[in-house]
Nanobody
């Protein structure tokens, strides 16, 4: 189970840090990703991080957002700086979970609201 938190209301130019923690036993996380969905728009990928810590970002957030992971805590983070009103959305975390007994599946967190407004 994934639990995302850290959203909130912030002024333009401000910062927020999102976290997503995976709970349970008998698994490891292969790749993590953050997605977001603004009202009336499709869900889009914001950032990804592989099991080797290789990262990729949407062009709209490059240079402002940083994705990271802590394998020991089964947790992923998204540091968001220089926030803009267009970053307003519900942010969802996603994980490719590998079961130690074999198999893998895609898991989603419940979403956390980020609102950038003055």
């Amino acid at each position: 189970q994934l639990q995302a938190y850290g959203g909130g209301l912030v002024q333009p130019g401000g910062s927020l840090r999102l976290s997503c923690a995976a709970s349970g036993r008998g698994f490891r996380i292969n790749a993590w990703a953050w997605y977001r969905q603004a009202p009336g728009k499709q869900r889009e990928v914001v950032a990804r991080i592989s099991n080797t810590h290789s990262t990729a970002y949407a062009d709209s957030v490059k240079g402002r957002f940083t994705i990271s992971r802590d394998n020991a805590k089964n947790t992923m983070y998204l540091q968001m700086n220089s926030l803009k009103p267009e970053d307003t959305a519900v942010y969802y975390c996603n994980a490719d979970i590998v079961l130690l007994g074999g198999g893998h599946f895609d898991s989603w967190g419940q979403g956390t609201q980020v609102t950038v407004s003055s």
